[in-house]
């Protein structure tokens, strides 16, 4: 019988911290694409829009001014999702009827005064400042919510409706799903073999070290994982055992400051384009469980990029995805080694 | 305090087929919208292209040629993502380092010779056709596959890549993930309250009536669930306690090719183009579980439509909802609302 080689032959690979399986079929990145193609993203942001809300010295749609930022700008987001007060739903007895109380704070964080900049282009002094507000953030809106979600969807094919460099932030009353999944598997595998989940696997990746592992900084390393999902999706980790954003420190943050702009380099240089993702970080939930023990949490951060084989063609996740499970094309060792072989030097300073 | 209103207050909703929830925030549909637009679905597909492999007598990829098909016609995915062969991965002892075999047949299923149909223009007969292959295919692919999954991804905005009308069969020695789950919470259902999960479900939306409930028939009932997560998202559920597809009888057949003609003319005619979607067909699963008792699982057809707001702008299930959970932007019951609103006639029928 033919010997079994994951670049060859269809199969699982189980995702622990969501505990569910994706579909590998590293065979089929060769079916020719006849189906949709994305809209270039736009390379010609002017640097100031007078009609852009997210700019300096603008009027937003709430009637608010921007003042003069000269880094980070932050302020409630016009239209939030959840709000803090209001009233709740009533209680009912029925299964199928659940409803729950649902409130929470909605932000909206400028990373820089400039449109025609992304966290890749801009100075490792102004990416630090970013991760100084998103810490701050954690601790003001996780003294009274459960969970404190950052995340930015970079480009129009990810839902992003505006160029300026931004990201969210959605505080909530409840901890969502995918949170309260991984609050029960790393629990679990804490229980069971005693380290947190994440630790243990950053260690196992660094032991293998060519398959997955993408770039290491002194207190960083960026890898693809083993159950990754997306075409290139990927994973960033402390080496030290983190609970929350909140508690790195200086030198962890300059050095991840360092480490955001070389891995969205390497993003950029992929399709020579600014590449688009959602990203966001995961850590110990806040509110009540700041009193409890977290300790089989580790911080992370997650970079979903939709795109697939060009600038203009993305992986769809729809029947079979939504209906039973998720599925790629390639392996995350074959993105691996497309993501490692890239150029350091962004491709707009290519000529520097 | 202010009385709870859900269709102005956020709140959360309970899914107990999936176990988790989803975040409600009606007020929220009022805000502009800068970001993508998608290009409106191509209404002039030639009846015939001697250039596209899935037309009567055009030669595949594959060098097979097809036949000159009269009604459906079915053959092997050119690319598929599941082989019924090779290989097996090895076992692993890590329990982060797990991967698992994936055997299967993926087949496309053409539902009709003419390109420029689609199931709501086709006859009810030839749509009874369809009904008939799909159940054929449960039988024929359920013998050795633990799970046979029917889908349609309709239209450019949901990865179809070919306007011919068509779907897809992917069937798999194993359980996927939203399967396994539903396996899970109906027979975790069935044991706490003695009935099926969506039997219960379905006579307590009947009596509800005015609510969530779209269409009736004689034997199906087509609504909005409580639970809903994308915009328009529906659900088809026969009136009687049925397992699988296959077990629909002739009767059940026939109502449901005009059932499902009737619907999606009134989901064509909310935007007025040909509405894309992923739709599939969940029952109980086949292989192994043929022999076991599935009596908590009950039929039921999947509608997951993308378009939010117009024919060219869809809801984005990023960031948030990737990293943290699904959220919707109106209530079922709106969208219930507007559905309803809508004429019975085909929009390119109105002059008839
Ligand atoms: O097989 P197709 O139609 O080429 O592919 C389409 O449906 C598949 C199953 O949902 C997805 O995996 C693909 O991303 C999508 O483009
Ligand atoms: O708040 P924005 O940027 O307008 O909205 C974007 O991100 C949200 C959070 O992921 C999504 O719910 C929206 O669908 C998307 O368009």
Redesign the pocket.
């Known amino acids: 019988m033919e010997k079994f080689s994951a670049s060859e032959h269809p199969h699982l690979r189980y995702n622990p911290l969501r505990d569910d399986w994706v579909v590998v079929s590293p065979h089929r990145a060769k079916r020719p694409w006849q189906g949709q193609v994305e809209k270039k993203a736009v390379e010609d942001v002017p640097r100031h829009d007078p009609k852009n809300p997210l700019c300096p010295g603008v009027t937003r749609p709430s009637g608010q001014v921007n003042p003069d930022y000269k880094n980070t700008f932050i302020f409630d987001?016009d239209?939030p999702?959840l709000l803090p007060g209001g009233p709740d739903p009533p209680k009912s007895d029925d299964p199928l009827f659940q409803a729950a109380p649902a409130h929470g704070n909605?932000k909206v964080i400028c990373f820089h005064p400039w449109s025609d900049l992304t966290l890749p282009l801009m100075e490792v002094g102004d990416i630090k400042h970013v991760i100084d507000t998103w810490a701050n953030e954690m601790i003001n809106l996780g003294k009274i919510n459960q969970w404190v979600q950052i995340?930015e969807?970079r480009g129009a094919v990810m839902?992003?409706?505006?160029p300026h460099p931004h990201c969210?932030v959605?505080a909530s009353s409840f901890l969502p799903n995918e949170p309260s999944v991984k609050h029960r598997t790393q629990k679990e595998f804490k229980e069971k073999y005693g380290k947190p989940m994440l630790v243990d696997y950053l260690e196992k990746e660094l032991a293998k070290k060519d398959e997955r592992v993408l770039l290491e900084s002194s207190h960083w390393v960026w890898l693809v994982p083993y159950w990754a999902t997306w075409p290139f999706e990927t994973m960033l980790l402390p080496r030290r055992h983190v609970l929350r954003l909140q508690d790195l420190t200086d030198d962890e943050r300059n050095d991840l400051a360092q480490m955001m702009k070389n891995l969205l380099i390497i993003y950029d240089n992929l399709f020579e384009i600014s590449f688009p993702y959602?990203m966001g970080w995961h850590g110990a939930p806040t509110g009540k469980y700041l009193e409890e023990d977290c300790s089989h949490w580790q911080l992370h951060a997650l970079f979903y990029p939709p795109l697939l084989r060009s600038a203009t063609v993305k992986k769809f996740m729809v029947g079979y995805e939504m209906l039973a499970s998720s599925q790629r094309d390639m392996t995350a060792e074959q993105a691996a080694d497309r993501l490692k072989a890239l150029p350091r030097v962004h491709y707009k300073h290519k000529s520097d």
Request: charged content about 0%.
């Open positions: 987001n239209f999702a909605c995340f969807n839902g992003c409706s505006n969210q959605w959602s």
